[in-house]
């Protein structure tokens, strides 16, 4: 049996719990030109007959869901591809171009161009990461088959999986995560897959996929977007498993080859809490990691994946160490930035901070601050001290300029601290992380 939900995620809707013609709260997201009320009902309460969806290419290349599905790339940006249109170009000649996807998937004629590789750093690394970047018109189709087959496999999707889904997010993982830690699982499975993306077996995949959904034209056009060439520079090639980083299609697939083990995990009765391919399983006894680990190994291994040798351990969190997830790092009953982390917005304040920086000090915090908000708004949750740390930090840059304006060299230290103190940069606006922190923490008064 599947978790039953908790606070932090959204309930099921049982079966009966809506009149004839309403639609299911849980299905306010869905594109509402490819699912109506009806088909909504089905899906929610009695499924459909066989559990496949037999007819649905009609509903990708439908005018109204591609229109939809081109106002989400626009809202996402995003570069050009292979082809060097942009969303501008493409929206110049919206209906043309529109127009012309619909008749090309209508006809079966459609075939996508190959994928532009872009390599961008990993976070606290020297490494690089792939990451593919489709066609403008491309990524229009892939929404619109996401709009149409999401709805489909997200009905049954794990409770505890919260990557690349509808309205769930990080947030909600960590609050899961949190939350089994007061409880007593103190012990975590850390494990990690090693190239997860780049090594999904495409075949198994679409017998996934084929499990609900028996339309002959919608599976061929999955498997077109697996089998797309890929140009890295001058040099064209074709992956042979995987599905591409930066597809729009790509976070559905990959949950979808997951699930099994969302679902076999949560029947043998362990607590696991997936984004993506990120994941963690928390246990109350060391034993109960080690068995929880086994089951992940067996199933990985027969999955066609591998797990991640030097990452793969199983950690008592009240001890020195702890594990890092999404972000956050948890150790002994606390949790704060982890050490990838802390080092993307130092590499990104410093870019902001240079001490020959010629603009005003006003206008330098002013940049400072936009970046500090962001960083705070998600590691507001950090235990004081992590954040009073970024504070004198962040200070400790800002000093440094101003004592390069005054001719003299090196950081800024020792009498700087009483010619600039703390209550100067407050005065100057400078957002205080360890401020923000004991604000928000504070309970609200009527």
Known sequence: MRPGPTEAEPATVPAGATQAGETPARWAWVERAVWTDRMLTALDQHGVKGGKWYSLVDKVHAPANLRAAFARVKANRGSAGVDHVTVERFEARLDENLDQLHVSLRDGTYRPQAIRRAWIPKPGSTEQRPLGIPTVRDRVVQTALRSALEPIFERDFAEHSYGFRPERGAKDALRRVERLLQQGYVYEVDADFKSYFDTIPRDRLLERVATRVSDGRV???????????????????TPTRGTPQGAVISPLLSNLYLDPLDAQMAEQGFEMTRYADDFAVQCRSEA??????????????SAGLSLHPDKTRIVDTRERGGFDFLGYHFERGHRWPRAKSLGKLKETIRAKTHRANGHSLDAIIADVNRTLRGWFEYFKHSCRTALRDVDQWVRMRLRSILRKRRGRRGRGRGPDHLRWPN????????????????????PSRR
């Open 219 to 237: 599976l061929a056009l999955l498997r077109a977007y697996l089998e797309q060439g890929v140009m890295d520079g001058m040099e064209c090639w």
């Open 288 to 301: 109960e990691a080690q068995v929880a680990l086994a089951e992940v190994e067996r199933w990985t291994a």
């Open 423 to 442: 209550a100067f940069f407050d005065a100057h606006g400078l957002l205080s992380l360890y401020a923000a922190r004991m604000a928000f923490c504070q």
